[in-house]
């Protein structure tokens, strides 16, 4: 009888909590499968969990949630046997969209019941791990004031981008990647593992969490009203081929800038002090249930 372990982001609703739960029943019978349902408490907690269930030989542990929990949750189960399954119920979800997981609950359940599982690379940038992206520039401005917003979702972000943008100064950067030097300003300098952003922004378009590689993408200093074209052509996923964007690839990358104050990882801010962010990955760290 397969073990499988539901941990749930609470910020859902008492009635969405309720079809959850009704889902889960229709598509996890007792007769077939041990399940079992938690929540998250606080901070951190979603990667205890994830330790305790491959203690515990849990065979799926489901993070339902966003970008945020998902992390959290799959910080413990990088090298174990246990996969890792998403139902999204973020507002960006840029994991799930990356690995073409349904945004519909019934229709990510019935993927968990396929049970189709690959190995997916990691990124860790100074040893935080990041699933999709790590960023240092304007984004990671972003993410760091995000944290104190109330108004969450695609309108609080955009929010903040327009107010922010003006006064926003675009550092210089050393970069090594690979053993090559780069030199460059970047209001936007951010390191991709999957193609997402979220919402379906794809900075990378090619970027794969399969193929043992980080992107690099760069994002000279632009105009305010650059910021329409350059979301087109995210959404498009044909920014790679723009003048907005320089991409290379690669395993290990080193930033260093004099300016460096904040730091990214899948959408939110974390510690970071010193003058230098080294990134690197992770090949095959965690089993994750794919849409076949």
Do not use: W
Not at 84 to 95: E, Q, T
Not at 183 to 196: C, R, S
Request: charged share 20%.
């Amino acid at each position: 009888m397969k073990k499988i372990l539901f941990i749930i982001n609470r910020k859902a609703g008492t009635d969405r909590q309720k079809r959850l739960d009704g889902a889960i029943a229709r598509h996890f019978p007792a007769n077939a499968y041990n399940v079992e349902i938690t929540h998250l408490a606080y901070l951190g907690h979603g990667k205890d969990l994830a330790e305790e269930a491959v203690k515990n030989g849990v065979h799926t542990v489901v993070a339902v949630g966003g970008d945020g929990s998902i992390n959290e949750i799959a910080q413990g189960l990088v090298g174990s046997n246990t996969a890792l399954a998403i139902i999204p119920l973020g507002s960006g979800n840029g994991l799930a969209r990356a690995l073409k997981i349904p945004l519909d609950v019934n229709k990510a359940m019935q993927l968990i019941v396929a049970d189709q599982q690959q190995a997916m690379d990691v990124g860790y940038a100074n040893e935080h791990l990041f699933l999709s992206n790590a960023g240092v520039g304007f984004d990671a401005l972003v993410a760091e004031e995000f944290r104190h917003t109330t108004k969450r979702g695609l309108y609080g972000y955009a929010k903040l981008v327009i107010q922010r943008f003006n006064s926003y100064q675009p550092d210089a950067y050393t970069i090594h990647i690979d053993g090559n030097r780069l030199q460059e300003k970047a209001f936007l300098l951010t390191v991709a593992n999957g193609n997402q952003f979220g919402y379906e922004f794809k900075l990378a378009p090619n970027a794969s969490v399969f193929d043992g590689m980080l992107d690099l993408c760069i994002m000279p200093p632009v105009k305010f009203l650059d910021l329409i074209p350059v979301s087109l052509h995210s959404l498009r996923g044909n920014i790679d081929k723009t003048r907005y964007l320089k991409h290379y690839t690669g395993k290990t990358i080193t930033i260093a800038g004099n300016s460096l104050q904040f730091l990214q990882v899948d959408g939110d801010a974390v510690p970071f002090t010193g003058n230098e962010v080294k990134l690197r990955v992770q090949e095959k760290a965690i089993r994750v249930i794919v849409n076949s």
